[in-house]
């Protein structure tokens, strides 16, 4: 999640409704709210900044003035008296439990990229 705040140059609110409209079409936008007052227009979501300031300069001026972390988290910090377990593993454990998550990730792409693959192959003859 980001929040990117842009510059924009809305002179009118017919151009207003119009920029909302474009950026609110992008995916991944979640909030959209435009200041008239201080030419300002924040966007929340996962969302690239550059291709929403190319949808907006189709219609006015606009610059990226921030980007940035939708919310700030609260660090919460450990208390001293819990102890931490040891995360330490042996190697040979974490490569196993790693090449198992890649081999099922693998397959799973796999099987999403080609779904109909395996129904075919036993119709030639």
């Not at 008296?81 to 998550?101: S, V």
């Not at 099922?104 to 030639?124: E, G, V, W």
Request: glycine content about 4%.
């Amino acid at each position: 999640m980001k929040k990117v705040v842009l510059k924009v140059e809305l002179h009118d609110d017919k151009i207003k409704k119009k920029a909302m409209k474009a950026v609110s079409g992008i995916s991944g936008v979640e909030s959209v709210s435009a200041d008239m007052k201080d030419q300002k227009m924040t966007l929340i979501g996962d969302i690239d900044p550059v291709c929403v300031v190319g949808k907006l300069r189709k219609l006015c001026h606009a610059e990226i003035l921030s980007v940035g972390p939708a919310k700030e988290k609260k660090k919460e910090e450990p208390k001293k008296d819990e102890k931490k377990p040891d995360a330490k593993k042996d190697p040979k454990e974490e490569y196993a439990e790693l090449l198992k998550a890649c081999e099922a990730y693998y397959n799973q792409t796999r099987l999403q990229q080609f779904p109909l693959f395996c129904s075919f192959s036993f119709y030639y003859k």
